[in-house]
């Protein structure tokens, strides 16, 4: 899967109208970039790209910029009998997939 990079909330790692390649097929790992599709009542659903920190009670879902108040982190905490849960407003957190790759894009000279 192609996912093309939209604002600069990766920045700079991630640039405007790079495309990430997305492999669904890998586990997110500590320190792995992953695709996320969040949901909110009443909100459009939408995916972004986060870095997927894991620790031992929670995994933390960061942008790149922590200073960005549209997207803050997101804390999935470790429930019994393996599942995670949202403390916060509800949403619902599904993985679309780890990056795999980077096919960086360069404006053409003209």
């Known amino acids: 899967m192609l996912v093309r990079a939209g604002d600069e909330s990766m920045s700079p790692e991630i640039s405007l109208n790079d495309l ?8 997110p790992v ?5 695709c996320t599709q969040i949901t909110a009542p009443g909100r459009e659903t939408f995916c972004n790209l986060r870095w997927y920190l894991d ?11 922590q200073d960005d108040p549209d997207h803050p982190p997101i804390v999935l905490v470790r429930q019994r009998g393996g599942g ?4 916060g407003t509800e949403i619902s957190v599904k993985f679309r997939g780890v990056m795999a790759g980077l096919i960086r894009s360069y404006p053409l000279p003209g």
């Open 20 to 27: 990430c390649v997305i492999d669904p097929s890998l586990d």
């Open 55 to 65: 620790t031992q009670d929670a995994v933390v879902l960061q942008t790149c910029r």
């Open 30 to 34: 500590h320190g792995s970039i992953v």
């Open 84 to 87: 995670m849960r949202y403390m």
